[in-house]
């Protein structure tokens, strides 16, 4: 919600602090690449210090931004608090470090599956609460939201969370091992490039649906917002199903049981396309495959990667963020060049498909590399 509720007010924003609209846009292009930052940071932090006191510090920050973006004076202010307000992302990163560190893997596949469902809400609810509360109140009452939420959660943490981070039996002269030695772990990289080009296929829908919708099929803006929700139906959807059977599955089952299914949705929808049926309903049922089979995968690839070093699990966590957004980025610019203009329904679904198999591929050496292992 820190990411998209506010973008209802983008233009009131520019308006009110007498700005142009893409100074103004900062606020989102430049949060997601300070948050792919900052998890490179909590997450081996996490690791070495433990994660109650890094999430309560991001906690903390992130209430006094958006403190700061609420009576923002002028534009300068509004986005340096605003990419402080990136602290939120240890929210994401330490909640799945945290799962990780108190479940065995298979039990951190099913409570990170119902996570995700939970998470699959936000992009639906935030731009209409965030709407409403612009219309009644101001955009600034969007971040005194912000900051309210962010009070609530750090006083909870506060009361409630305990440290989880697993305790080192080493000698205490032994170094503590980084992020560079969870980079050296080949089975890491299956998982976390399973999870960036299955997140990626998803970048590269909300990019290119909305000109396929509006060029191919003509359908109205809220037809188009309908359309672009079904995605996440389909990853609330797979979320519930990852959580009530994942604990009873290995993680690289459920992460190949998820590719199949994204990857059979959208080959179904590319024969639809070569077979001369065009319409909205078709084109986005075959999409709905992505979404449903992200919820299969990610909880497996999430709880798989944080596996590999059980002791690095907060680092496991930053880094695979981190990669999740930069790969969205190279996606969705590609998607910008490669998608034409007219009849690009195919070119979307073709590349869709690619970062799915893709993905799928990497679901198949983790299988081989977790066999090798053993």
């Known amino acids: 919600m820190s990411l998209n509720m506010f973008l209802p007010s983008l233009a009131n924003i520019s308006a009110d602090l007498k700005t142009d609209y893409s100074t103004v846009s900062w606020a989102v292009s430049g949060y997601l690449a300070i948050t792919a930052v900052i998890q490179l940071i909590i997450g081996p932090l996490s690791d070495r210090i433990g994660r109650r006191p890094v999430l309560l510090a991001a906690?903390?920050?992130?209430?006094?931004?958006?403190?700061?973006c609420a009576f923002a004076p002028n534009v300068a202010v509004f986005l340096t608090c605003r990419m402080l307000q990136g602290g939120i992302i240890g929210g994401y990163a330490l909640s799945l470090a945290i799962v990780r560190d108190t479940r065995t893997e298979r039990e951190a596949v099913s409570l990170i599956g119902y996570i995700g469902m939970g998470m699959a809400i936000a992009p639906m609810i935030g731009p209409m609460l965030g709407g409403v509360l612009d219309t009644f109140f101001g955009w600034r009452s969007v971040f005194s939201f912000y900051a309210v939420a962010g009070i609530g959660l750090l006083l909870l943490c506060w009361v409630d969370l305990g440290e989880t981070k697993p305790q080192r039996l080493e000698d205490a002269a032994t170094p503590v091992p980084g992020t560079t030695t969870l980079i050296r772990e080949p089975l890491f990289w299956a998982y976390a490039l399973c999870s960036t080009l299955s997140v990626g296929a998803f970048y590269i829908f909300l990019t290119g649906a909305p000109l396929v919708a509006q060029s191919m099929f003509n359908v109205t803006t809220a037809e188009l917002g309908f359309y672009i929700g079904t995605i996440t139906v389909g990853f609330m959807i797979g979320g519930f199903?990852?959580?009530?059977?994942?604990?009873?599955?290995d993680p690289t089952t459920m992460m190949i049981a998820g590719r199949v299914v994204a990857c059979v949705g959208l080959a179904g929808g590319l024969a639809l396309l070569f077979s001369g049926i065009t319409s909205a309903e078709l084109f986005f049922a075959s999409t709905i495959f992505v979404g449903l089979g992200n919820g299969i995968t990610m909880p497996g690839s999430n709880a798989g990667a944080m596996s590999v070093r059980p002791d690095l699990a907060g680092s496991a966590a930053g880094l695979s963020g981190a990669l999740i957004v930069a790969g969205g980025a190279i996606l969705t610019a590609a998607t910008g060049n490669l998608v034409p203009p007219t009849n690009g329904a195919f070119a979307l679904l073709l590349l869709m498909l690619a970062a799915s198999v893709l993905a799928l591929l990497f679901a198949v050496w983790a299988v081989w590399l977790r066999r090798e292992v053993v």
């Open 59 to 68: 906690l903390l920050v992130f209430t006094i931004a958006s403190v700061g």
């Open 241 to 249: 199903l990852a959580g009530r059977v994942g604990k009873n599955f």
